[in-house]
């Protein structure tokens, strides 16, 4: 495949998964309640299946946990990922210790290299777009 080919894919496939389950924008709902914390932390949220079937949505943030006005939020059937680190890695923790089978993340800030290699175990590609690396950004030019 040429890369516009696999770029093209690629943007297929996130439509595709955000179309599916909503994960691409549901981040960004979370982030409304303060200006300060869509500018310095990050929202992932994660659509996923227990062992029942049931569908559980994730919502985990850059910070230890959701603040108030965030938890407030949250509709039935989603939950709050606590924890330190990386947003996209405190949600799949969550989904990790709780069995939670994902079908899709996506955050409200772009993907970073480590978190993408955490996703990827999972077998799954991120929802949202990646933060790509300097040295990839320079050879594009
Ligand atoms: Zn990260």
Not at 56 to 81: C, D, F, H, T
Not at 94 to 99: A, E, G, I, S
């Amino acid at each position: 495949m040429t890369t516009t080919a696999v770029e093209a894919s690629t943007a297929a496939y996130v439509e595709e998964a955000a179309v599916q389950v909503g994960a691409e924008r549901e981040p960004q709902r979370y982030m409304q309640p303060f200006r300060a914390t869509q500018t310095r932390t990050t929202i992932a949220v994660a659509d996923a299946v227990d062992e029942q079937g049931n569908q559980i949505r994730v919502v985990g943030s850059s910070e230890p946990r959701l603040r108030a006005a965030q938890r407030a939020m949250l509709k039935p059937g989603e939950v709050e990922a606590k924890g330190n680190g990386h947003a996209e890695v405190t949600v799949l923790d969550h989904l990790r210790v709780n069995n939670l089978s994902i079908r899709s993340i996506g955050a409200s800030r772009p993907v970073c290299a480590n978190c993408n290699v955490a996703i990827e175990s999972f077998g799954i590609k991120a929802a949202t777009p990646l933060k790509l690396p300097k040295e990839y950004l320079f050879i594009k030019k």
